[in-house]
């Protein structure tokens, strides 16, 4: 049975999220509603990242199995037909092996946090970016995200609802930069837990405004206590930029 392999391009504010459920419409979805109607068959898509309602993607994952060959540029030009009016584009599609799971064989997850830090609210922009008014700090940001890379238990900075069989995680990039009236938090690692990032931004920007001294994110981890986290950062900001195979 051929397998395809395709990467995505969305943005998440309509949708309730990666995932299908039955009350209200979400990426996957929209992506296996195009798939039926090109092909006539009803698939299941597999992703790399089930993104939350609100959250953007610059470089989705996902595969699925077709019961007949088709030629991969035909299949992303059908599909970016049929998704139409959705804010969903299909920016490469590929023939891939048997073996290849979009999430199991992930070696790393890229993923990009926004804020705009003006006073002004965003026109343009007011789905796309956290909009934090006060000055922020991002060199301070950056500074308290240094002690996080590595191997650690990430139970302060993961959702209570979160199905990981374990807090572990080792994170291989935290980088905070300031560019021009943006603050750009970019993250990487072979996994994720639920809501880990949003967490994560949510902390440091309490640093940046100065209400937490750098050592304070440090010392929020140590606790292994969700409620010593900051506030979570909104959905809107966050990007998975791309996935590693």
């Not at 993104?51 to 088709?70: I, K, N, Y």
């Not at 994560?200 to 100065?210: C, D, Q, W």
Request: proline share 4%; charged share 25%; hydrophobic share 40%.
């Amino acid at each position: 049975m051929p397998r395809y392999k395709l990467t995505i391009e969305y943005d998440g504010t309509p949708f309730v999220g990666w995932q299908r459920q039955a009350d209200a419409l979400s990426v996957q979805e929209a992506l296996e509603t195009a798939i039926l109607a090109f092909s006539g068959e009803d698939v299941r898509t597999q992703t790399a990242g089930r993104t939350d309602a609100g959250v953007h993607a610059l470089g989705q994952v996902a595969h699925f199995d077709l019961e007949r060959e088709w030629d991969p540029f035909r299949i992303s030009e059908a599909l970016n037909f049929h998704l139409k009016p959705h804010p969903v584009a299909i920016l490469a599609c590929e023939a891939v092996g048997g073996d290849f799971e979009a999430r199991f064989s992930a070696t790393a997850r890229h993923y990009e946090y926004r804020i705009l830090n003006r006073r002004a609210r965003p026109a343009l922009e007011a789905s796309r970016v956290w909009h934090v008014s006060v000055p922020l700090d991002a060199e301070a940001m950056h500074k308290a995200a240094k002690p996080l890379l590595g191997k650690h238990d990430f139970t302060t900075f993961r959702s209570a609802q979160c199905q990981a069989n374990s807090p572990i995680r080792t994170l291989d990039r935290l980088d905070v930069s300031r560019e021009g009236e943006m603050v750009v938090i970019r993250a990487s690692a072979r996994s994720f837990l639920h809501h880990q990032v949003r967490s994560l931004v949510g902390s440091l920007k309490l640093v940046g405004e100065g209400k937490w001294a750098v050592a304070d994110v440090r010392a929020a981890l140590e606790t292994r206590d969700r409620t010593r986290c900051g506030a979570m950062a909104p959905s809107a900001g966050l990007y998975l930029v791309a996935v590693d195979y």
